[in-house]
């Protein structure tokens, strides 16, 4: 069973900076996409980010994509997220996911907590 492991949340003050990492406890073959989620109270859990196997980043949102940068090694795998100028609506739970396989399996982090003081 692989698991991922998220680290690097936290509390940061509006316009500070923050990164995310991912790793996986072991290799995963045929990665397709690396993903960041995020969930704040209330909402449905939201794509932040992709990179695919070939390196292209798309961010669904146009303001994340002038702030955030994600980035990451699909061989380990790990999947990485920078994030700056940070805001109090960025405050939620930001998951790490992975798509891989023949039949596209995900595989998902256990979240970690995002929180931005305005």
């Known amino acids: 069973q692989v698991q991922l492991v998220e680290s690097g949340g936290g509390l940061v003050e509006f316009g500070g900076s923050l990164e995310l990492s991912c790793a996986a406890s072991?290799?995963?073959?045929?990665?397709?996409?690396m993903n960041w989620y995020r969930q704040a109270p209330g909402k449905r859990r939201e794509l932040v980010a992709t990179l695919n196997r070939e390196g292209s980043a798309a961010y669904p949102d146009s303001s994340m994509k002038d702030r955030f940068t994600i980035s990451g090694d699909s061989a380990k795998p790990t999947v990485f997220l920078q994030m700056n100028d940070l805001r109090p609506e960025d405050t939620a739970v930001y998951y790490c996911n992975i798509e891989a396989g023949f039949w596209g399996d995900n595989y998902w982090g256990q979240g970690t907590q995002v929180t931005v003081s305005s």
């Open positions: 072991r290799t995963i073959s045929n990665v397709h996409t």
